[in-house]
């Protein structure tokens, strides 16, 4: 009998590379959570993994006890821009542990991030999402149920959503905060869900362990040297002001991470290859954005 693993956040960036490095191995049998089973990117998933069961579920409701019900593993995450005022990233998370404790899920797997709090030793008060996520590991940490945390780094593809081109027909790439500065990163798209997997496949070896996400540390200079040397498109790393952060708890996380290493150097080795700066820039074939006529 398949392994049933539910996966929260399934057509987004963590909860979709855990589903396709689940979706193909005939062990586990993928229950994806998506608020809409009729949405243009679940069609398109559907096609891709026919294998996967879709359920439509609302972390802000009773909904999700019934996506998790006979779950033997679930993979548990919450969305920064998904939540508001009225529904903080630690209540989503808190109501779907609560449900996984009521459906007695054997093993949860949940997405967090360090206190910046804590690692800035109290300096950095108003990273709200990392202290949210921080909370709802508190939370699960404190149930009866198995479970492992797993902790992204920075994500490779937000460098390419920063691409612009300079009137020099040069490629710019924009850092908030030192370009010099190594910082852990992950190839979200494809590390992630191995790493993920790996830790379900492995969860006795797991269980109550911390696991940080990572790829490698590296400089946005060394990153953007690396996109050079793949596509041999002239390329710089630009520091941008923190005050132009879309708004003022992305500016706290930019300037907590160019002052401190959120993983504080703890990181679980995981047996996995991940990707290097080269590696993800020859697999995701990006050159650039649209240049304008």
Not at 57 to 82: L, P, R, W
Not at 129 to 158: G, T
Not at 217 to 241: C, D, H, L, M, W
Request: charged share 20%; glycine share 6%.
């Amino acid at each position: 009998m398949a392994t049933i693993v539910v996966v929260f956040g399934a057509t987004g960036h963590q909860g979709g590379s855990v589903l396709r490095a689940l979706a193909t191995d005939s062990l586990y049998h993928v229950r994806a959570v998506t608020r809409s089973t009729t949405s243009e990117k679940v069609l398109e998933l559907a096609l891709k993994y026919p294998q996967v069961e879709w359920v439509e579920a609302n972390v802000d409701d009773s909904s999700i006890d019934k996506a998790v019900t006979g779950a033997h593993v679930v993979f548990g995450m919450t969305q920064y821009f998904a939540a508001s005022a009225n529904r903080s990233e630690a209540k989503q998370g808190q109501r779907i542990i609560d449900a996984c404790v009521s459906a007695r899920v054997e093993f949860v797997v949940f997405s967090t991030l360090p206190s910046a709090l804590q690692v800035s030793h109290g300096e950095c008060t108003s990273v709200t999402h990392f202290e949210d996520k921080h909370k709802i590991q508190q939370y699960l940490a404190q149930q009866s149920v198995k479970w492992a945390i797993v902790q992204s780094a920075v994500y490779f593809q937000n460098v390419a959503a920063s691409a612009r081109w300079d009137d020099n027909g040069k490629l710019a790439f924009g850092f908030f905060g030192d370009t010099l500065r190594k910082l852990p990163y992950i190839d979200v798209n494809h590390d992630f869900g191995t790493i993920v997997k790996h830790i379900i496949d492995n969860r006795a070896k797991y269980t109550h362990a911390v696991v940080p996400a990572v790829s490698g540390y590296y400089s946005p200079q060394e990153i953007v040297e690396a996109f050079t040397r793949v596509t041999k498109i002239r390329a710089s790393a630009v520091g941008v002001p923190f005050e132009f952060a879309p708004d003022a708890n992305l500016r706290s996380m930019f300037e907590f991470l160019d002052k401190y290493d959120m993983f504080e150097g703890n990181l679980v080795k995981v047996p996995v290859e991940v990707a290097t700066p080269e590696m993800y820039w020859e697999q995701c074939r990006f050159h650039g954005p649209p240049k304008k006529l």
